[in-house]
């Protein structure tokens, strides 16, 4: 009798996520992800249960990414993130101190998979705006 052979899963998961980040990558628009089963919709600057740069947390936060603004992999503009404690910030991405070690695209990973981030940023007026990133703990 003949085995079937299976590829390995991460193999797979990988090619799922380079094909999306591929797509994503090539149209131009910003890869926006609808968060707990609701529809992407425009939404004003500041809506219920946001966190404007005035009142926002101390910085280091941690959450997941729910929305990444990019016009592809190298060309990450902001993103918004849901805190731990459910408050929902928007960053503008700044100057990182070490693009390397994570480099902006890699957010586009995170909101998939939905594993957190650690988000050092300072507030520049009405913006939050990050200088480093690394993975959540």
């Known amino acids: 009798m003949k085995r079937r ?6 193999t797979l ?3 799922g996520l380079v094909t999306i980040l591929g ?8 890869i926006v992800a609808p968060t707990s089963g609701s529809a992407a919709t425009p939404s004003p600057a500041n809506p219920p249960g946001t966190v404007s740069s005035t009142q926002g947390p101390a910085s280091p936060v941690a959450g997941v ?16 993130l849901r805190t731990n404690g459910e408050k ?5 991405l700044g100057v990182l101190d070490d693009p390397t070690a994570f480099p902006p695209g890699h ?30 703990p």
């Not at 009405?126 to 480093?132: P, R």
């Open 65 to 80: 990414i729910t929305a990444v603004d990019s016009a592809g992999l190298n060309a990450v503009h902001g993103f918004t």
């Open 23 to 30: 797509i994503a990558a090539c149209s131009g628009a910003p």
């Open 107 to 136: 957010l586009a990973e995170h909101q998939l998979t939905g594993n957190p981030v650690l988000v050092f940023f300072k507030p520049e007026g009405t913006e939050l705006v990050v200088y480093h990133l690394e993975d959540a």
């Open 13 to 15: 998961w990988l090619a």
């Open 88 to 92: 929902v910030l928007h960053f503008k």
């Open 5 to 10: 052979r299976h590829r390995d899963s991460g």
